[in-house]
């Protein structure tokens, strides 16, 4: 079941960047977030969207949102990946795809590869705005334009 503007985000937890327990629900009230599904590190598109994330990051953060990407990778392909191109927000494992399911992130190329999905979820977290593209670089820019109408 895919997940539509005005539902509230999942309860998940799973291990961020660093080997640490990260629970969705410690983020509900805190900040707007924009939470982006992608395919995987080092893959072409994901490196583009994953440094254009970075390379707006300080506008989502001056708007008071926080950046989090979602692939099945594990927390070493994460640490690496965030080392080489110096991501400056969190990278979640979701390796047994749990969250991309409870999410309904549909599946990219005739369900060959997982899907590449953005949602903007406001403070309360309930979601805003969904960006379903395999587009990488239009992911960021729909994602601030959907942060900014939270001022």
């Known amino acids: 079941m895919q997940l539509k503007v005005g539902d509230k985000i999942p309860n998940f937890k799973v291990k961020d ?4 327990d990260f ?3 410690e983020m509900i009230g805190q900040k707007p977030l924009v939470i982006y599904f992608y395919p995987k590190d080092n893959t072409p598109g994901c490196t583009v969207q994953a440094c254009g994330f970075r390379d707006q990051y300080e506008d989502f953060t001056d708007l008071g949102a926080e950046v989090i990407g979602i692939s099945s990778d594990s927390v070493e392909s994460h ?4 080392q080489q191109f110096r991501l400056p927000f969190t990278l979640l494992s979701d390796s047994d795809k749990k969250i991309r399911k409870l999410f309904g992130v549909p ?3 005739f369900g060959i590869l997982p ?4 949602y903007v979820v406001d403070k309360a977290g309930t979601i805003i705005m969904i960006f379903d593209s395999v587009k990488a670089e239009q ?3 729909k994602a601030l334009e959907a942060i900014k109408t939270l001022k």
């Open 17 to 20: 960047t660093n080997g640490n």
């Open 23 to 25: 629970d969705s629900q």
């Open 79 to 82: 640490q690496k990946f965030t």
């Open 107 to 109: 599946p990219d190329w």
């Open 115 to 118: 899907g590449r999905a953005t």
């Open 139 to 141: 992911h960021i820019q």
